[in-house]
């Protein structure tokens, strides 16, 4: 049985999850030595302002993209342009910052709100485009990479924002229950697609993270995409596929709700039970994952974590491969992005493992991947925080039918 706990009661606070994300800015800013940040990235723009980011044409994005000004000695932030749905932030008018002429705008605007900040002071900027490197957007101040101010505030998230992950991940459970139910011989993808998104919007969500992933996977690797590498291809299924009866599905989804995301991941079959061979795959599934699960705590390494795992499902490796796609990741973290810090089991190398240490705060996605060629393999996600003494789980658990979890 998997050593999974009850999800907590976590009730979601909205105007603290905004004034301590805020000051959680403010304090890293101080941190990091600088005047102002400056910020393009949606999801950045929306954890400074609230304003979330709106579903659009790709190609039509960046006519309307927001930007975000964050001083160290204000008690709110300016945004540019967007819709700032009634908050207290300030808006001023739309800016352009993909082409010349909105760049220009853009400088003008920074320096009126920046002031002498402009002119010498050290400003923060997650996303420089083109346009603005060619104009010279605020060429007098001393331009830092944002990058690590964000991440160091993403990393540890609050109270609000692990009830924002819990919602969007029981939300989308909920969605694809249904989307399991639809599951039959002769249905496409984009009629589970359809389902799920349908079953979103009931469910008081307006965004889908990902584009829905339903992917049937070949027995043998040798049968299907492959990756450079040669290892495991997924995910890759783009097309409309028709299901036939004894399909094994991959799936991977996630959705937004106030901005932070959820991440699903099971697999399934079509129109028929887990042969015995599949079924066996789900089982040391289990076992990494309980392995992971007993190494998880504050102060413990990544590369702990990596290692249990690992250990866990040696006896079905004898070439010492790891039981998760090394393209992929043993964890991942999530938040205002579906993947970001921290990452355990990447190619960043061992050596990046030991030396980071869980803390509490801290959101834990773990995916390991069982794979035996000539049967398939098994996949799914688990979210968990890291606390003071252990972790807790988030999304409140989801069935892994038609999968049979020992009694």
Sequence with gaps: MPIMKAAPELELDVWRLRRERYAKLQAQMAADGLDALVLLHAPHVAYATDCLPRGADVTHVSATRPVAVVLADQTQPCLLGGDPDGLDVNPHPAVWPDIEEG???????????????????????????????RTGVLSGAEIADAANTMAAVKLHKTIDELACIHQAQVRTSAAMATVQEALVPGVRRSELAAVFLRRLREEGIDAN????????????????????????????????????????????????????????????????????????CFLRWLVVMNAAYEAIAPGATFAEVCAAATAADAPHRPDGDRPWMPHFYLVHGVGIESAEMPFLGTDNGPDFDAAHTL??????????????????????????AVTEDGWIPLGGGHPYDPFEVPR
């Design 359 to 384: 803390e509490p705060g801290m959101v834990l996605v773990l995916e390991p991947a069982i794979w035996d060629d000539g049967t398939g393999g098994y996949r799914a996600e688990e979210i968990v």
């Design 103 to 133: 760049a220009a705008d853009l400088g003008a605007q920074l320096n009126a709100i920046l002031g002498q900040h402009a002119r010498g002071g050290r400003i923060g900027i997650d996303l420089m485009t083109g346009a603005m490197r």
């Design 209 to 280: 993270m990902i584009d829905v992933i339903f992917q049937p996977m070949a027995r043998r690797m040798a049968d299907g995409p492959r990756t450079t590498t040669g290892h495991l291809a997924f995910p890759t299924w783009s097309g409309d596929p028709v299901y036939a009866e004894g399909d094994l599905i991959w799936v991977d989804a996630g959705s937004d709700y106030h901005g932070y995301a959820s991440d699903f991941g099971r697999t399934w079959t079509v129109g028929r039970w887990p042969t015995a061979a599949e079924q066996r």
